[in-house]
T-cell receptor, first 116, second 114 residues
Framework: KAGVTQTPRYLIKTRGQQVTLSCSPI?????VSWYQQTPGQGLQFLFE???????NKGNFPGRFSGRQFSNSRSEMNVSTLELGDSALYLC???????????????FGSGTRLTVV | AQTVTQSQPEMSVQEAETVTLSCTYD???????LFWYKQPPSRQMILVIR??????QNATENRFSVNFQKAAKSFSLKISDSQLGDAAMYFC???????????FGTGTSLTVIP
């Protein structure tokens, strides 16, 4: 059974550009959540999608957006990149709308974004 | 608001010894779950153990166990017979009752000394 796949693994972008990150959840998982991990702020929740609908959103500016497709794959987009957006972006999937019941998320290995 | 605090940025343990990682949290909920995740250098977060707050019995998964003190809002992780592969960042996590939004602590970096 394939795990959560995030592409690309590494990315270097220039300030002002935009970037799209991709996450393919475990087959059958309908919920995808995104987190930003930085040394200063730790792990912060970005948003969660379930059955193509955004259910929850963290405290991030509107430059951060996402979507989920009918096959549960998800993308997140960051527009007008800033140096502070440099981070590890982690995607996590779960079977249903409440991962606590199913023993939590399964995480991908992340996309390391560097903004220069 | 929910908060999760890990007061030990770094810990070390001799191989085969026991180590305890601390976590405290704040919540107004009476029924909730708590998790410990491990993040090795591969970057992928891996579930270590889960505790349901309504269960008085502490959760155990092989060499990993928790000491859950609900009144004190404390949730520590004990690793017995430490192995080199246990070296990683460990995160304590509290999921909101919406299900799929977690608050994470700042992590504890565990070094295992051979």
């Amino acid at each position: 059974k394939a795990g959560v796949t995030q592409t690309p693994r590494y990315l270097i972008k220039t300030r002002g550009q935009q970037v799209t990150l991709s996450c393919s959840p475990i087959s059958g998982h309908r919920s995808v959540s995104w987190y930003q991990q930085t040394p200063g702020q730790g792990l912060q929740f970005l948003f969660e999608y379930f059955s193509e609908t955004q259910r929850n959103k963290g405290n991030f500016p509107g430059r951060f957006s996402g979507r989920q497709f009918s096959n549960s794959r998800s993308e997140m987009n960051v527009s007008t990149l800033e140096l502070g957006d440099s981070a590890l972006y982690l995607c996590a999937s779960s079977l249903g709308p409440d991962s606590r019941i199913t023993k939590g998320y399964t995480f991908g290995s992340g996309t390391r974004l560097t903004v220069v | 608001a929910q908060t999760v605090t890990q007061s030990q940025p770094e810990m070390s343990v001799q191989e085969a010894e026991t180590v305890t990682l601390s976590c405290t949290y704040d919540t107004s909920e009476s029924d909730y779950y708590l998790f410990w995740y491990k993040q090795p250098p591969s970057r992928q977060m891996i579930l270590v153990i889960r505790q349901e707050a309504y269960k008085q019995q502490n959760a155990t998964e092989n060499r990993f166990s928790v000491n859950f003190q609900k009144a004190a809002k404390s949730f520590s992780l004990k690793i017995s017979d430490s192995q080199l592969g246990d070296a990683a960042m460990y995160f304590c996590a509290y999921p909101l009752n919406t299900g799929n939004q977690f608050y994470f602590g700042t992590g504890t970096s565990l070094t295992v000394i051979p």
